[in-house]
């Protein structure tokens, strides 16, 4: 008899030993920010789409980006490694290779949370005084686990595929960026590597027990939290464009300052939603699971936000609706 295929837990355990790494030892090594370089890709910021910056403002103006995209990640994975150990907990008399697998990955998203706090003190110490981030972490943690388990899993799932899709198609490839940065994503790419495995593998178990009253209630809230996420851009997007202007080399006229402030909301909703939901993956997962008006409702809600993709993709964007 053939030995049966290792579980997604067992897997994920056995990649998470090999790939550990440690803060300071690994990846900041006593580094700082490159001032002189791009943080942000043009694939993931846009910058590329603002032809009137000068060389300078679009290296600012992506290095504004990625100070937001650390500190997004900080304030999104509060709530990601609280539901982690939720789900640690609700294995914890049955499957205990899931339990370690999920205990690890609770362990590795604090440990992120903490690079990333570092990192945005050494972003505060080079880049000008003013910068403010809108989200607070526990806020948004509590907003979005007040949602049930199947939409809170789906969205989780669409946000740790993106991570490795960002990484992949436009940070990996970049040859402009600041290596700490650059690094950074780096590492935490091979760790939620594992956490993508997981949270499919999570999301297919409370799927196989959820009744189509339960998914259509789901398919409500996933719809919620992804319009929650877009006021988060909204007025993330907002100060960051005033961010931006009050410091950037330049000067801009009205038109070109309300240009501005629409690119980095188009950026923001390409990074952290349109990218996700087009992500070939998650719409196998998330559309297997779905009847055909439930897939329509969906498709309906992100409609408006679809005109949020880089005019020269580093891959092709799929459909809104798979
Ligand atoms: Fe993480
Ligand atoms: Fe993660």
Same mark, same amino acid.
């Given at each position: 008899?053939?030995?049966?295929?290792?579980s997604p837990y067992?897997?994920?355990?056995?990649?998470?030993? =090999?790939? =550990?790494?440690? /803060?300071?030892?690994?990846? /900041?090594?006593?580094?700082?920010?490159?001032?002189? =370089?791009?943080?942000?890709?043009?694939?993931?910021? +846009?910058?590329?789409? +603002?032809?009137?910056?000068?060389?300078?403002?679009?290296?600012? +103006?992506?290095?504004?980006?990625? =100070?937001?995209?650390?500190?997004?990640?900080?304030?999104?994975?509060?709530y990601i490694?609280a539901k982690a *150990?939720d789900l640690s907990r609700s294995h914890?008399?049955g499957d205990?290779?899931a339990?370690?697998?999920l205990? %690890?990955?609770?362990?590795?998203?604090?440990?992120?949370?903490?690079?990333?706090?570092?990192?945005?003190? *050494?972003?505060?110490?080079?880049?000008?005084?003013?910068? %403010?981030?809108?989200?607070?972490?526990?806020?948004?943690?509590?907003?979005v686990l007040s949602n049930g388990d199947w939409s809170v899993l789906a969205l989780t799932l669409c946000i740790e595929l993106?991570?490795?899709?960002?990484?992949?198609?436009? /940070?990996?490839?970049?040859?402009?960026?600041?290596?700490?940065?650059?690094?950074?994503? %780096?590492?935490?790419?091979?760790?939620?590597?594992?956490?993508a495995v997981l949270d499919e593998a999570e999301f297919l178990r409370e799927d196989a027990r959820t009744d189509e009253a339960a998914r259509d209630r789901g398919v409500t809230e996933l719809i919620g939290l992804v319009?929650?996420?877009?006021?988060?851009?909204?007025?993330?997007?907002?100060?960051?464009?005033?961010?931006?202007?009050?410091?950037?080399?330049?000067?801009?006229?009205?038109?070109?300052?309300?240009? /501005?402030?629409?690119?980095?909301?188009?950026?923001?909703?390409?990074?952290?939603?349109?990218?996700g939901v087009?992500?070939?993956r998650f719409q196998k997962v998330l559309f297997s699971t779905l009847g055909d008006a439930q897939g329509a409702r969906i498709a309906?809600a992100?409609?408006? +936000?679809?005109?949020?993709?880089?005019?020269?993709?580093? %891959?092709?964007?799929?459909?809104?609706?798979h």
């Amino acid at each position: 008899m053939l030995a049966s295929a290792p579980s997604p837990y067992a897997r994920t355990i056995a990649a998470s030993r =090999r790939v =550990r790494w440690d /803060i300071e030892d690994d990846v /900041i090594r006593g580094r700082a920010f490159d001032a002189h =370089r791009k943080f942000l890709p043009d694939g993931l910021s +846009l910058v590329g789409e +603002l032809a009137f910056l000068s060389p300078a403002d679009a290296r600012f +103006l992506s290095q504004v980006q990625g =100070r937001t995209y650390v500190n997004l990640f900080a304030v999104i994975e509060r709530y990601i490694g609280a539901k982690a *150990l939720d789900l640690s907990r609700s294995h914890a008399l049955g499957d205990q290779v899931a339990v370690e697998a999920l205990v %690890r990955m609770t362990d590795e998203e604090l440990k992120h949370q903490e690079l990333f706090r570092q990192l945005e003190g *050494l972003m505060a110490r080079s880049m000008p005084a003013g910068y %403010r981030l809108v989200p607070e972490p526990n806020v948004l943690a509590q907003a979005v686990l007040s949602n049930g388990d199947w939409s809170v899993l789906a969205l989780t799932l669409c946000i740790e595929l993106f991570t490795l899709a960002h990484y992949r198609a436009s /940070i990996a490839p970049s040859e402009d960026l600041c290596p700490l940065w650059k690094d950074v994503y %780096r590492f935490h790419w091979t760790e939620e590597a594992q956490h993508a495995v997981l949270d499919e593998a999570e999301f297919l178990r409370e799927d196989a027990r959820t009744d189509e009253a339960a998914r259509d209630r789901g398919v409500t809230e996933l719809i919620g939290l992804v319009s929650a996420m877009d006021g988060v851009l909204q007025a993330q997007a907002k100060e960051d464009a005033r961010y931006f202007l009050e410091n950037a080399s330049g000067c801009y006229d009205a038109g070109q300052q309300q240009r /501005i402030a629409d690119q980095v909301l188009k950026a923001y909703r390409w990074q952290y939603i349109v990218s996700g939901v087009t992500e070939p993956r998650f719409q196998k997962v998330l559309f297997s699971t779905l009847g055909d008006a439930q897939g329509a409702r969906i498709a309906e809600a992100l409609g408006p +936000l679809s005109y949020a993709a880089p005019a020269q993709p580093d %891959r092709d964007p799929g459909p809104v609706l798979h």
